[in-house]
Each structure stands twice: as C-alpha cells, then as structure tokens.
C-alpha cells in the first residue's frame, strides 16, 4: 500500500507541476520566444526526446519542473537582438511568460473543481480557521465539524466519526461548538437525538446519544472534539454555471487571508512558530495524499484542484526565484533596465534559490517527525 501512495503523490505532484510548466510554455509560444527544453522533474535526466526546437525530458527527482527559455536566465549579444528570444520581448510579453504558470494552475482547478460540484450536489465543505469569515461566492451556512471522537465514548459507539457534521441536537439545529457542548450538558443523562452529516456518504443520519458526566472537564459530553464548518451552496442558477471557478476563487480568497493572518500573528508574537507551523513540503503533502487516498476517488481529485491552486499561489509569491518575484523585477526593468539588470536579477534569484532549497530542507525535517505516524503507517 505504501508503494501505491507514492505512485499517486508522485502521480498528482507530477501532474500539478505539468500543468504550471505548459502555462509557462504555451505563453511563450504564443509569444514566438523558443523554449529550448520542457521538464517534468529535475535532473538527472531518464528520458528525453527532442521535437522541434524543444528537447522534452523527464527528470529522476519528481519534486517539480522547468523550462529553458532561450534568453530567460542569461543576456549577450545573441540573445539581445534574437527575435526569439525572451530579452527581445515587451514586458508585457514577459509578463505573460511568467504569470500564465500560475493562470493555467488556477484554470485548471476551477475546471476539475466542477467534478467536485457535481459529486457533492454543488456543495463544499470549508473548515474553518479564521473567525467571522464569509465566502465571496455562494450560500454559507456555518456548522459543526467532528475534528476527533474519543475511544470508548457515546459518540463513537453511536457511529458518529471524526469529519462528520451535526446539524441539530432533539430537533434544534446547531451551528457552533459552544452550542452544541451547551445543548448536550443540560441532557446529561439523558437520551439525545443528533442528526449528523455523514462525510464519508454525504448522507444525513440520526444518533441516540446519551451524554456522560467527564470529571475533568465537570460537565456532560458525547466524546467529541469540535470545530466550524462553513458549507457553501452553489445551487442558484448562476452559481452552478460557475461554481468550479467561485469554487476556486473561494479558496484563493480564503488561502490568502489565512496566510495573512499567520503573518500578523508571527509579527505579534515575535515568532516565526506560526507560519512555520503552517507550512508544509513534499513529505507532508505525501503525509496527506496518503489520508485523503483512504477517502475514495473523489477526495482525490478535489486534493488534485487544491495542489493546483496552491503551487499558484506560492509561485505568486515575491520570492526571488518564483513567478512572482519575476513579474516585480520586470516592472522595476522597465522603469530602469541599466539599475534592474539581467545580472542583478540572477545574483538575487541565485540566493533566493539557495533560501528555497535551505527552507525545502528544514520542512522535509519538520514534515518527518510531525506526520512519522502516518507516513509510516
């Protein structure tokens, strides 16, 4: 089962990555700029296969991709004056090049996000980490999510599991923790109907609970951790015609303003904890492809859309090296091309490149002793 969780990372990884690379190398094509070499992995290079004026390869070491785009990461005369060449085109022509990585990670997901409408009669399901936030697009209703279910306790030997949702305890609907511990504490005792989504069917089903006294906590419970849940209904008319893409813009929204969110929070506290934690490389996307796997194809293909958008995201990132990075230097370019030059530019993305790979390797670390559990399960 092991070896069939690698494939499948490897396998989503491998496609994500594809998908930002051809974003890259369509715009240059569209562009008349040549790409000298198309990648998915990094060398040493296992296959190869030249066509055209591009070479197409596959590296040994699956963890991303690249093109070689003629004039991209080097300036002489040659490539000064070729009118195939990267140097030689607007900024708006560079732009393009490098922002539609990041464009065609976001189309892609918008696009694989409507099997995931379709499946889920077009609904989500968003936790939540962020108080008092609402979706842009879509009806929102907040619940109740089962983060946990304590062995041993009435809320698992009534059935109920960890991702489950309860809707409404003897007929009053719920929609926060604090009300759902508040209802099952006045029943203790006593026998409790709770209607719950089932996440694993997507089914609503019915429980009869009776809440236990807990010594520690002083108060009844049904042995349940709990957390909101935000589901987000795109069932008007013009919802369900772009509900992939709401979908995606929901989650691009939603990504950006946690991550600010942990920002602030890092500079509150004066740690770098918060956005460390929050973090996560190759290791802990294997960690989770290999939970999500035991979901069923579905969580699978909707795990593909959010990958997508997040290797968009990051790439969108003023990091030296990354896409976004890239279209700042080549604003500042074309306000002064003799300051902002080509080796200005590579001196600051070669130790952006060198950050990258010290931060890849402290998350690999991180990633390791925080999901050993599951990975090596």
């Not at 022509?93 to 409408?117: D, E, K, S, T």
């Not at 409790?192 to 236990?212: D, H, R």
């Amino acid at each position: 089962m092991f070896i069939v969780d690698i494939l499948i990372f490897l396998f989503i990884l491998g496609l994500v990555v594809m998908v930002h690379e051809l974003g890259h190398f369509w715009a240059a094509k569209l562009t008349g700029t040549r790409v000298d070499e198309f990648s998915i992995g990094f060398p040493p290079i296992i296959w190869q296969k030249k066509i055209g004026e591009t070479n197409y390869a596959l590296g040994a070491i699956p963890l991303g991709g690249y093109n070689k785009i003629y004039g991209m990461e080097t300036e002489d005369e040659k490539s000064d004056t070729d009118k195939h060449s990267y140097n030689t085109k607007g900024p708006w022509a560079r732009a393009f090049i490098c922002f539609n990585g990041v464009f065609m990670n976001i189309i892609f997901a918008g696009l694989v996000f409507y099997i995931i409408m379709f499946a889920y009669n077009f609904k989500s399901y968003m936790p939540l980490i962020i108080d008092d936030y609402h979706f842009k697009f879509g009806t929102q209703e907040n619940r109740v999510l089962v983060n946990g279910v304590k062995a041993g306790s009435p809320a698992e030997k009534a059935g109920i599991k960890a991702h489950d949702i309860i809707l409404s305890i003897n007929g009053e609907q719920v929609y926060n923790g604090d009300e759902t511990s508040k209802d099952v504490n006045n029943n203790s005792g006593k026998e409790i109907s709770v209607k719950y989504l089932e996440w694993a069917t997507k089914q609503e089903k019915t429980a009869s609970i009776t809440p236990e006294y807990d010594k520690d906590t002083n108060r009844a419970i049904m042995g349940v951790g709990m957390t909101e849940i935000a589901i987000i209904d795109y069932n008007k008319p013009a919802d369900k015609i772009l509900s992939g893409f709401f979908h995606a813009f929901n989650y691009i929204d939603y990504s950006l303003s946690a991550m600010g969110q942990m920002f602030s929070l890092s500079v509150k506290e004066k740690s770098m904890e918060p956005i460390s934690s929050s973090m996560t490389g190759p290791v802990g996307i294997f960690a989770v492809t290999k939970v999500i796997v035991q979901n069923g194809l579905i969580e699978v293909i909707n795990l593909i859309a959010i990958l997508s958008l997040a290797l968009g995201i990051t790439n969108l990132l003023p990091i030296p090296a990354m896409d976004g990075a890239k279209l700042i230097f080549i604003a500042l370019e074309s306000i002064n091309k003799k300051i902002f030059n080509k080796d200005l530019q590579g001196k600051i993305e070669l130790g952006g490149f060198a950050v990258l790979i010290l931060l890849a390797v402290l998350l690999i670390v991180k990633d390791f002793i925080q999901f050993k559990d599951i990975i090596f399960k």
